[in-house]
Nanobody, 123 residues
């Protein structure tokens, strides 16, 4: 069974940057398509970004495109989310997720989830 552990969240001012990490254990990360999702207070969880097993294909939500970058290092079994130009509306609990099939943006397609790391952006 795969385990996912996120880290890197914190408090940052508007316009700042953070890099989230997600360490995959239990199986090699190259087995999985990986995604980042987030859930803001009082809102549904939403798709942020996804990356294919080898890292050659990525997909982003419109709200983060050109500000966030998803990447992975399969040698380290680690997924990353570089977040730049952060806005207060990016405040949320950020989750990484994994699936064994092709890249997707629907959370229902991801069976494996981490516990989340909290990002707070102050104005």
């Amino acid at each position: 069974q795969v385990q996912l552990v996120e880290s890197g969240g914190g408090l940052v001012q508007s316009g700042g940057s953070l890099r989230l990490s997600c360490v995959v254990s239990g199986r090699t990360s190259s087995t999985y398509t990986m995604g980042w999702f987030r859930q803001a207070p009082g809102k549904e969880r939403e798709f942020v970004a996804a990356i294919s097993r080898g890292g050659g294909t990525t997909n982003y939500s419109v709200s983060v495109k050109d500000r966030f970058t998803i990447s992975r290092d399969n040698a380290k079994n680690t997924l990353y989310l570089q977040m730049n130009s952060l806005k207060p509306e990016d405040t949320a609990l950020y989750y990484c997720a994994a699936r064994t099939s092709y890249i997707a943006d629907a959370e229902t397609k991801y069976p494996y989830w981490g516990q989340g790391t909290r990002v707070t952006v102050s104005s």
